[in-house]
């Protein structure tokens, strides 16, 4: 299934506890939970969501209780980054890369990546 926006959870708890971004699937946990149940109920084998219009490329594991480690995996998803923006466009580092500890689901997480093409 294609998304915009990311659609795992992402805890920013670096910046501030329990701070959830609403221009991501976080502003609407019920619908995302809805989504991830009815992919469940779907009982489809290995379903994958593609995601994108992100400055970063992540591969997440969906689960329908983020806050659970050890909760079922029901689903992956791959995040794709913007194709005319390089890394998080942060001037001091990935802006991600602190959270990516506090966020067990995120699999890989790639947003070094600069673009050369831009002064500093």
Not at 26 to 40: E, H, K, N, W
């Amino acid at each position: 299934m294609a998304r915009s926006l990311l659609l795992a959870e992402l805890e920013h708890a670096t910046i501030q506890p329990d701070y959830y971004w609403n221009d991501a699937w976080d502003g609407y946990p019920r619908a995302r939970r809805r989504l991830l149940a009815d992919a469940v109920a779907t009982k489809l084998r290995n379903p994958v969501f593609l995601t994108g219009d992100w400055h970063s490329t992540f591969v997440n594991d969906l689960k329908l209780d983020f806050k659970n480690p050890t909760a079922e995996t029901i689903a992956t998803e791959f995040v794709t980054p913007a194709i005319t923006t390089g890394g998080d466009g942060t001037p001091y580092g990935p802006y991600y890369a602190p959270m990516i500890p506090f966020n067990p689901h995120i699999k890989y997480y790639e947003g070094d990546r600069a673009d050369i093409s831009r002064p500093p």
